[in-house]
């Protein structure tokens, strides 16, 4: 499509996964975020299931395409057609949970074998609110983080600490990245890479652990 502007203003679709170990409050980030809702006893996601946020940037329509991993990371079988298109990305673990922090890495080396057009990406520290039961340190999170190249932030789908910070702050970082931003039409749901080839060493780093 054309870069030029219409009198309506542009439009833009931006797709953005979540990803993380089963059970660390992916579905839950993502319903606290698009409907202010939270399952206590939610189960694992079954079938595909994304939600479209919409924001007004620069007086631009900008949505945000979130899909979560629908209950495929419990048979490590995501698939790529789940990262084609992604530009954003958001990295889940649960502080409780040592083992999930310790799969990051291996979340991180999949995002990039599926999908090479990915600009933005924050590692979330969720459950922050089980700081009682710690087992990853906000500095070991920060660390991993600047290591990597990510955002970063800890956040509480319970009760929802952090969580639209840390959606919009990746979705303005995509809408900031001239390279890989691209205007689409609201009925298309996947992205194409123009073959530009972008450094993330530019990435900045955020933490926001108050809570």
Do not use: P
């Amino acid at each position: 499509m054309s870069s030029s502007e219409d009198e309506g203003g542009e439009e833009y679709l931006f797709k953005i996964v979540i990803i993380g170990d089963s059970a660390v409050g992916k579905s839950n980030l993502l319903s606290r975020y698009a409907r202010n809702e939270f399952n206590l006893h939610s189960k694992a996601t079954i079938g595909v299931e994304f939600q479209t946020q919409s924001l007004q940037i620069d007086n631009k329509e900008v949505k945000a395409q979130i899909w979560d991993t629908a209950g495929q990371e419990r048979f490590r079988a995501v698939t790529s057609a789940y990262y084609r298109g992604a530009v954003g990305a958001l990295i889940v673990y649960d502080i409780s949970r040592r083992t999930t922090f310790d799969s990051v890495g291996r979340w991180l080396d999949e995002l990039k074998t599926h999908c090479d057009t990915t600009v933005a990406m924050m590692l979330v520290g969720n459950k922050c609110d089980l700081d009682n039961i710690r087992a990853v340190s906000i500095e070991e999170g920060k660390s991993l983080a600047e290591a990597e190249g990510l955002f970063f932030m800890e956040t509480s789908a319970l009760d929802a600490t952090n969580v639209k910070t840390a959606f919009e702050m990746v979705i303005r970082e995509i809408y900031n990245s001239d390279t890989y931003k691209a205007e689409l039409s609201v009925n298309r749901v996947s992205l194409v890479n123009n073959g530009d080839a972008t450094s993330k060493q530019n990435q900045s780093y955020f933490s926001c652990c108050s809570r």
